[in-house]
């Protein structure tokens, strides 16, 4: 019996994945904390926290480091077309998971922000709004003068991840403060050739372990139960097939430029 495509595909990319783990390993050097203040992640949806970086937000929260989540979109786009919820009832959906995936990982309902910008137009913003979210960007990081910005990589297959990246540099732009940013990927996982790119064009490579916040990392994620199961009567999950296998080692990788 044949292979099905899918499971075939998806059997590649684990391949790919796996030898990318390798090749990362061989080039990272271990993680530090830069300072003694907080950090911040940045997120485009509600659920890129999670699998990015949840290990390092759980193990940072745990060794007493402040820590702060901002989604940037509601999240409000992922299914688009169901017969059943509407965009503002998956807006409140996620919102809700999101919660529960910060319980999961340690942080405090005071430490979960959301900028509520519409789902699926962050990279088509246009520029009075782009130079308003700039604005908040910039007021907000300024106010929590982070050490550490983690977001998303700036080449994730992703428009709005993309577009976050532009964002956050434009806001950054203007402050006086200089946090170290690390990029981690999300959709480079999925296709592995974005974080091949990133093996060799990073400057460094961070490898960060959290064996004892392995099972934290694993409930927030599932917490994201619109996105990883088929929303009935919808018969597939808004995420591909395998795609939280990707993320489910108890190690993280962070890029710095």
């Not at 509600?46 to 060794?63: N, Y």
């Not at 965009?87 to 999961?104: G, N, Q, V, W, Y």
């Not at 400057?203 to 694993?218: D, E, G, I, N, T």
């Not at 990883?228 to 097939?241: M, R, S, V």
Request: contains cysteine; positive net charge.
């Amino acid at each position: 019996m044949n292979t099905p495509p899918r499971t075939l595909k998806f059997r590649l990319r684990r391949a790919f994945s796996t030898a990318l783990r390798l090749a990362l390993r061989l080039r990272a050097t271990p993680y530090r904390v830069p300072g003694h203040g907080p950090a911040l992640v940045i997120a485009p949806h509600p659920d890129d926290e999670s699998f990015g970086c949840g290990g390092w937000i759980a193990r940072q929260s745990a060794a007493g480091r402040a820590i702060h989540i901002l989604l940037l979109t509601d999240g409000s786009a992922s299914h688009p077309g169901h017969p059943l919820k509407t965009p503002a009832d998956i807006k409140s959906l996620r919102a809700t998971e999101a919660r529960a995936a910060a319980i999961a990982l340690g942080i405090d309902s005071s430490s979960l922000h959301f900028l509520d910008l519409p789902d699926g137009q962050l990279a088509h913003l246009d520029t009075p709004t782009a130079l308003a979210t700039s604005r908040r960007l910039r007021e907000f990081i300024g106010n929590l003068n982070p050490d550490e910005i983690l977001l998303p990589c700036r080449h994730d297959r992703s428009s709005e991840h993309e577009a976050a990246f532009r964002l956050v540099a434009t806001a950054l732009a203007d402050l006086p403060v200089s946090p170290r940013i690390l990029e981690f990927p999300v959709w480079s996982w999925w296709s592995p050739s974005l974080a091949w790119r990133l093996l060799f064009s990073s400057a460094r490579v961070y490898r960060y372990r959290f064996p004892q916040q392995h099972a934290q990392k694993l409930a927030a994620m599932a917490a994201y139960r619109s996105q990883t199961d088929p929303l009935p009567p919808q018969k597939h999950a808004a995420l591909p097939e395998g795609f939280v296998a990707m993320f489910s080692a108890p190690e993280e990788y962070f890029f710095e430029n």
